[in-house]
């Protein structure tokens, strides 16, 4: 049974940092790409970062600023992929989501939720002014 459980969310004031985790089990870390994504209320769920397979290749989202605050890192070993927020703002604010998908993507960095095949269930992330 695959399973991907998020971790590290909570209430924050602007200016702050969380650092989140998503822990995998149920597939063979080390061949999957992982993204995380965030979702607000009546909004589509949006592309924060990915992390390929192999040689870890990197991808932001070129919206919302999260480039230059936000770090993606996985650690193989532990079978876990990390988001680091930094210099969070209200705007920040959504349910955020860890996913996995096999593989690299041949299209390019895969930024849309169908790309992806496994979900966790979700951390809310809170950032108040």
């Known amino acids: 049974q695959v399973q991907l459980v998020e971790s590290g969310g909570g209430s924050v004031h602007a200016g702050g940092s969380l650092s989140l985790s998503c822990t995998t089990s149920?597939?063979?870390?080390?061949?999957?790409?992982l993204g995380w994504f965030r979702q607000v209320p009546g909004k589509e769920r949006t592309f924060v970062a990915s992390?390929?397979?192999?040689?870890?290749?990197?991808?932001?989202s070129d919206h919302d600023s999260v480039k230059g605050r936000f770090t993606i890192s996985r650690d193989n070993a532990r079978n876990t992929v990390y988001l680091q927020m930094n210099i969070l703002t209200p705007a920040d604010t959504a349910v955020y989501y860890c996913?996995?998908?096999?593989?690299?993507?041949?299209?390019?960095?895969?930024?849309?939720?169908?790309?992806?095949?496994?979900w966790g269930q979700g951390t809310q992330v809170t950032v108040s002014s």
């Open positions: 149920g597939i063979p870390f080390v061949y999957y790409t």
């Open positions: 996913a996995a998908r096999v593989g690299p993507d041949a299209f390019g960095p895969p930024t849309r939720p169908d790309r992806y095949v496994y």
């Open positions: 992390i390929s397979p192999n040689d870890g290749g990197i991808s932001y």
